[in-house]
């Protein structure tokens, strides 16, 4: 059997993927569209395919496909199973990926996990992880998504639920109307998105009269509110500053559950770099009073390879057991 | 080698032991008292000797003592170290247990763990949770204790935190005066507690004129508030209702985390039964959004002996691998 491994994250939009060897070596990354037509029942038939022929112009023979891993925007069992797929439509629904890919592939291992979990399993591989195996990654985007890895392997959750930080309400009083995507309100990823951020922007703005340059902007987005508060903007110092005290807050849970040796913060929030990273230590250090170790902080390194990663990882891991 | 095992429960006044085979059968179980002169440095020599002792007028031979586990009331790293055990004194502060246990009973195996995370072990293996691999132990006593098994073992996390939702900060708002053991304020472990129940009763009391039953006790207990509850009285089911939602909303949290198959919950206030599951779950059920399946809840069945079991199962396993 060869030592090639696929590796595939499935987006609402498009499929990454990418050609590794055992030893983290990318030999091709390529991106698909996400078929929606039919529901979204080309989806997995498109993988197949789009691997096989990947593989042919590169040169590799298919018998040296060893696996496959794959990242899906959905909660996933570990049989493969998978309940929803909100992003992608009615066809990936109540089916199982794993198997129809492995059954496209002539039977290949095949691994699936939820790509949040999958991207986090990636950069503590190859990425802001690297050297740790307990490792929680945090990613600021459209939402919030998180992983847990724990001894090296995806906590995926009795129902794939693992990792699911963005939805920790953070907000019991809910001063705010807007209801999230999962129906509860006062997520963590209605407060420290990108989305989340760039709306408290809005409501802080609406709420006082205090002078700021983002008042100037037509469209405020997240990357101004940090670029405003390291330039010494005072509101939207305070913005940054309130939505990642909740980031903070629970994070400080995520550690109280099961205490990672390192967060990695992803997304694009976090083209913020070192600025991020100080304001969310500011407030996560002092929650933990138990021990007198706190967690590290590191940021992703991977970007959008993080899934590709992470998918080869888990098969090969799967392999290897 | 033999195949009989101790498990260890020490606490802060009582050492719990047990001799049990591999296949879960107690042969026998005894208590010493925690002895603190010293600052407690004779508390591991004591149950060394406590060990041989049993296991003579037992009629079983040392050889066939094949490992110990030891549970104690602090956070131990893997390797045994221990960075504090606030309950006993400076005698066990920054030393290792494990070695020393392990040195005194011949260099057999002997494995260490927080004794929350044992004790749900233990439930894991025999008690509430048997049949399970996803389990995570709630204990309501003095404190708020927890342990959180994934695939049948202990996460312990990088620090020994692993587990410590006693101290999850639930109430941000700091209405209460009282600061935790811990440090902070708001922790769970000062709502959710037999004694943060009992606290709860008396504001509750102190913040209206409404007649309850409560009334009339010198001292209220969470006993007390429960049985009231059960009577139908509206306060103490209010406080009941309060309380619980709490720790309702820390179980939610624990589930976007790691996802339990069920949740276990022991300690004082769990005598409360079906009643205290039912409160627990009106609460619980609603804040699971993204996924039909909720986790099961179910009484923690072993009681003061799950520690024992805990730690027995912890040293099996760890020859086992």
Known sequence: MGNIYAGVDLGGTTVKLGLLTDEASLIRKWEIPTRKDDGGKQVIPDIAAS???NM???????SELA???????GPIRQDGYLEVCVNIGPGMRDMNPVKDLSGLLGGIPVKGGNDANVAALGEMWQGGGKGYRDVVAVTLGTGVGGGVILDGHIVAGSKGMGG????MVMDWDWKEAEVCNCGNRGCLEQIASAT???????????????????????????RDVFDAAKAGDGLAEDVADYC????ARAMAYVSQVVDPEIFVIGGGVSRAGQYLLDLIKEHYDPLIKLTRGKAKLALARLGNDAGIYGAAKMVIDEREK
């Open 164 to 167: 699911e930080i963005g939805h």
């Open 196 to 222: 989340g951020i760039a709306r408290h922007a809005r409501i802080f703005m609406r709420e006082s009269d205090r002078p700021s340059v983002l008042r100037d902007l037509q469209r405020v987005t997240a």
């Open 56 to 62: 042919e112009e590169e040169g590799i023979r298919f």
């Open 244 to 247: 990642m005290m909740y980031l």
């Open 67 to 73: 696996g496959a891993g794959l990242g899906v925007p």
């Open 51 to 53: 691997i096989k022929k």
